[in-house]
């Protein structure tokens, strides 16, 4: 974990910033009670932010503790005491429930706020420089300790070690990805399969009842046809492509129209026959319904 030192180093926080905080304290404590109510006005623009303050008192400990905050980073000093009560802020807002998001678009609009206020207070452009930069090193370092505890919390919720969770991962991946590979053997086999079923129908049509083959090859020529876009898509998944649903619910419908030809010819009763007629019709609404999900994604 990293210290308070670290941080320091990488924000490049050095002697001159802790000269500029002092400056900086004199120019922005006296507006923060303005911060304060603005920040306030900000946080009720949005339901989510604003359902943190149900009444006057939580507002009121929103202002004292925004205050103390501002306080807390512009007067230092950078040491481990600072680091652990900025830590306590953001353990603070993991435990209400507040995302980061809030957090990170909260300390861009009092960025803003300080930045307006430090450029319209010193006209020195090489003194204003300088403590802008503090400014923007003071924001974040404080930004970055609060947001560790977003990090520490989504760590706890590994149930494993890292590794072992990643292990575990990958092998998973890879036997799905074995999975789909056995899945397209057997689109292949079958599709060898109906091949063979369509030519026994061709050769049934011109040696037995030529009406009764040619619906029947007609059929299985469909179930071949949706049996190839079906291996399509397989290997346009293994290779990264969307999973397609809709490909399936042709499939069923194609077989279920190549049903409805043979038992046309077999003589079923109206009863079985309704039934085939009515699972055709279902399976219609469901690819009707599949296809306008896919056509607006």
Known sequence: MKTMKDIRKSYRFVGSDEENLPKLAEILLPVSDQLSLEFYDFLMEDPRTASYFPNTEAAKQRHTTL????????????????????????????????????VNASM?????????????????????EHLLETLNKVLDISLDVMTSSYREAELKKVFLSYRVESALVQWSERFMHGL??????????????????????VIFAFTGELEKGVIKALGSLLILW????????????LRGGKFRVRVFVELALVAFIRKIFVASFDKQD???????????????LVFFLVGRTDDRA
């Open 67 to 102: 205050k103390a905050w501002f306080r807390l980073i512009l007067t230092g000093p950078y040491d481990s005491r600072l680091m652990i009560r900025l830590e306590r802020i953001g353990q603070v807002h993991v435990k209400i429930g507040l995302e980061g998001h809030y």
């Open 180 to 201: 789909n590979l056995i899945l397209t053997i057997g689109l292949l086999i079958m599709a060898v399969g109906l091949a063979s079923l369509f030519t026994h129908d």
């Open 108 to 128: 861009t609009f009092i960025r803003t706020f300080c930045m307006r206020h430090v450029i319209s207070s010193v006209p020195d452009r090489y003194e204003r």
């Open 270 to 284: 109206p009863i079985t026959f309704a039934l085939l007629l009515g699972a055709l019709f279902t399976l219609g």
């Open 226 to 237: 949706m049996l190839i876009e079906l291996l399509h898509t397989e290997v346009r998944h």
